[in-house]
Each structure stands twice: as C-alpha cells, then as structure tokens.
C-alpha cells in the first residue's frame, strides 16, 4: 500500500525535507542556512528556532498544493533523548518535553520531532522518529575515558550510517548483520563509527567535545589549556560551549563554515561578495587539510576497534559533495579497506522507510517512556 509521508530531517545548519506519495517524491529539499541566518539564535535553546523552521516546511506544502488531511504520516530526524535501542518511535507528550527542554542536550536534530508532532496534530496523522541520534550499541571497554565522572557516551548520526551501511553491505550481495565497516558522516556536525554485525561498538561524539574537528565544532581538544582557559576568568561557560559547538572547527580559524567557498577561495584567492572569510589562502588551506586529516585519523581508530577486519570504509553526508575531502581521505586509508563515497545523505529515504513500515506494522512502533 502507497502512503504520503512527509520526512523533517533538521540538522546544524540545514533542513533536510521530502513529500513522497508512495516512494515518488513530491518534493525533495535541502535549504542551507547561513551564520548570518542562525545567528540571532547564537547562545539559545535550539527550540527558538522552530518559528523559522515550521514557516519553511508549511510554505514548500503550500507551494506544491499539498493538503495536509492527505497526510499518512510526519517523521522526523530522533534527537537527543535518553539512550534508547535503534528502532521507530511514536512521538509522545513525554518525547516532546524532553526534547523542548533539552534535558538531554540542545540540537537542531531536537526539532525532528517537535515539528512532526507539531504538523501531525493539524494533518490528524501519527508522528515518528527513527534510530534517534542517541542509539547506544556501545561495547562497554568503549565507555571508559579515564574520569569515571565523565564516561563516553553514544551521539551519532545513527539513521545515516547504518543506512548507507546497509546499502553498502546489500550493493556486495551481503546483509548489515555480517559485515564489519567503519562509517564517517561528515557535516556541520561529524561523527566516525565502527559498525560489527550491525551494532555501532564505538562511535566519536557528533555533538560536541570528542572526535575530529568539524566546520562548526571543536571536536577533542587539549584538556589542560581547555580548563585554563573555563578558570581564566576571560570567558563565560556559555562561551566556552560555543568555542566548542557553533564556533569551532573551520568557523574559528578560517571565519566561515562553507567548505564549498572555502575551497573557491583556496583554488582562486579570490572571495565572493560578502564573504566572512578572514584567513589568507595559505591559512585556508591548511585548516582544511587539518580538517581531512582528523577525519582521516579517526577513520583509522575506529579500524583499530575493528581489529583491522574491515568489509569497507563508508563516506557520507554534505561534507563529502567535495570532490577534493574524499580524494584526500582515501590517500591516507584506502589501504585499510574499499571505500565508498555517498555524497549528501540518505536519512530522507531511511525515515520515510521507516514511516511506512511503522504504518504498515504498527506493532512495531515502540513507545518512549
């Protein structure tokens, strides 16, 4: 049976938007947000932004002529919520607070399932999320970081990489379930996991404060100057957790985060009208570098936690419409294993499988509690 389906998948500086009636899309959309368009809401609960977000989504419905009674089903991108098992999710009053305060944590991938709930109530249809980013399928050595206070915890672009996983495994006549391969979603935020027989063991942090730099964000920094610099007395904590999330990474060296035009600017020195950019090209440059080789490093950690049997090395998310970062990446691990590039992301067509499966089987819709 066809379902229409509409699929909100929010992300740090993007939302990622599909209507499909039956697996025939309607629409697919990604609007790129600026600094300067998130920058009124620096420093605020991501939910100051769902005005912003809910106007976008209800004008692309009402550009394609799409009622909302037609609607079957809104799915959105899990945030941070308590550690759950990976699997689809009916969005709840209890998911709903959780999410709106942040008791877990603050990030766009919050809003997936506000604004499903949200549109769901006026279309008189269910809400979903799947495989929040807050799936833990760690090992438990992978927990351990040396201060029992503060262990490691699993945040990851869960739907993403198990779904180009997924597909990898089944493009080598293989199922997710008997394969070992390393995934590396690259974005505005960037997470590196081994994935064995189709559980995440270990996973770097894609939300703040572990793993390789990213556009926005810090990712591991030295711990020693970290706490000189909360005890300085020259920073607030608000502006220290932005330093590591927000304007971190390539935003803090280069004064942007658009790699595209970071790379333009590397290529031909020269910047486009309004650029944000602050760095000469040589400094461009190397931050970029500094960047692929993170990722690169992480990529080969995570063979490490794989014992070196690895199927494939999988490369997603908006990062990677590069055609230099995978070029480069590949030059320091194509030796571990094949890789495989998948330029921008699947969670689309991940959360819209997932809703019509849910529809289909609600059996299989799980309750948050």
């Known amino acids: 049976m066809d379902y229409n389906i509409l699929v909100i998948n929010p992300g740090s500086t993007s939302d990622d938007i599909g209507y499909y009636r039956g697996e025939k899309p309607v629409f697919e959309v990604t609007v790129r947000y600026s600094m300067t368009d998130l920058e009124p809401y620096e420093g605020k609960n991501v939910t100051e932004q769902l005005p912003l977000r809910r106007k976008l989504i209800l004008d692309y419905l009402l550009d394609h002529k799409i009622p909302l009674k037609e609607i079957d089903a809104v799915i959105g991108r899990g945030g941070l919520l308590r550690a759950l098992e990976g699997g689809v999710y009916a969005v709840n009053d209890k998911m709903v607070r959780d999410l709106e305060n942040g008791h877990y944590g603050s990030h766009a991938s919050n809003l997936g399932g506000i604004l499903a709930?949200?549109?769901?109530?006026?279309?008189?249809?269910?809400?979903?999320?799947?495989?929040?980013?807050?799936?833990?399928?760690?090992?438990?050595?992978a927990r351990y970081s040396g201060m029992p206070e503060n262990p490691r915890i699993s945040i990851f672009h869960a739907l993403s990489q198990k779904r180009v996983a997924r597909l990898i495994a089944e493009k080598r006549g293989k199922t997710y379930e008997n394969v070992n391969c390393v995934v590396c979603h690259g974005g505005g935020g960037v997470s590196v996991g081994a994935h064995r027989k189709g559980r995440v063991i270990d996973v770097t942090n894609g939300f703040e404060g572990d793993g390789p730099m990213t556009p926005q964000r810090s990712g591991s920094t030295p711990g020693s100057k970290l706490v000189q610099m909360c005890f300085s007395g020259q920073y607030t904590e608000r502006e220290i957790r932005f330093k590591m999330r927000g304007r971190g990474g390539l935003v803090a060296y280069t004064g942007t985060s658009d790699v595209k035009e970071l790379e333009e600017f590397i290529a031909k020195g020269i910047k486009r009208p309004g650029s944000l950019i602050t760095c000469s090209q040589e400094e461009a440059k190397l931050a970029l570098e500094a960047l692929i080789y993170q990722l690169a490093k992480a990529i080969g950690e995570m063979a490490v936690?794989?014992?070196?049997?690895?199927?494939?090395?999988a490369l997603t998310g908006g990062l990677m419409h590069s055609k230099y970062i995978p070029q480069r990446i590949s030059q320091y691990v194509s030796w571990i294993a094949p890789m495989y590039v998948f330029p921008g992301s699947e969670e689309k067509d991940a959360l819209r499988v997932a809703a019509r499966r849910a529809l289909?089987?609600?059996?299989?819709?799980?309750?948050?509690?």
């Open 360 to 369: 289909m089987n609600p059996k299989i819709v799980r309750q948050y509690a």
């Open 117 to 141: 709930k949200d549109i769901a109530r006026y279309a008189k249809c269910p809400s979903f999320i799947a495989n929040p980013v807050i799936v833990d399928e760690f090992e438990p050595v």
């Open 305 to 313: 936690v794989l014992e070196g049997k690895v199927d494939f090395i």
